[in-house]
């Protein structure tokens, strides 16, 4: 019983990540149309079931009913804070954690969230 409940408890709070990291889209389409594509929030056209990467690190998906974007970027939480500071690369869509003292040097992470 106690491996059923861990696993269940184990399973909500993935579910729970990842909801959280992705948004929805509602394609909209009218009777009698036969598009086969999605239009995202800056009025860009994507091919039905294409993927593409968002400016803002996102992942998109385009589907028959909606589009998906879903970040890509893990935020480290589990580091020294008071001796280390986190950067956000842009350009990697990706934080790294240096020394505050001495920025080119890394500092050890043992947690992230998505």
């Known amino acids: 019983m106690n491996v059923l409940l861990g696993g269940f408890v184990i399973f909500a709070t993935f579910v729970t990540l990842c909801n959280a990291s992705c948004s929805f889209i509602p394609n909209e389409r009218f009777p ?3 598009t086969r594509e999605c239009t995202d929030l800056k009025g860009n056209k994507h ?10 690190c996102e992942r ?6 909606e589009i998906i974007c879903c970040t890509l970027i893990a935020t480290p939480v589990g580091y020294d804070k008071k ?3 986190r950067i956000f690369k842009k350009e990697d869509c990706k934080y790294i954690v240096v020394e505050k003292k001495n920025p080119k040097k890394t500092c050890p992470i043992d947690q992230w969230i998505l």
Do not use: A, L, M, V
């Open 83 to 85: 001796n280390c500071q």
């Open 32 to 34: 009698g149309d036969s």
């Open 60 to 65: 998109c998906t385009c589907y028959e009913t």
């Open 47 to 56: 091919p039905i079931n294409s993927k593409w990467q968002t400016d803002n």
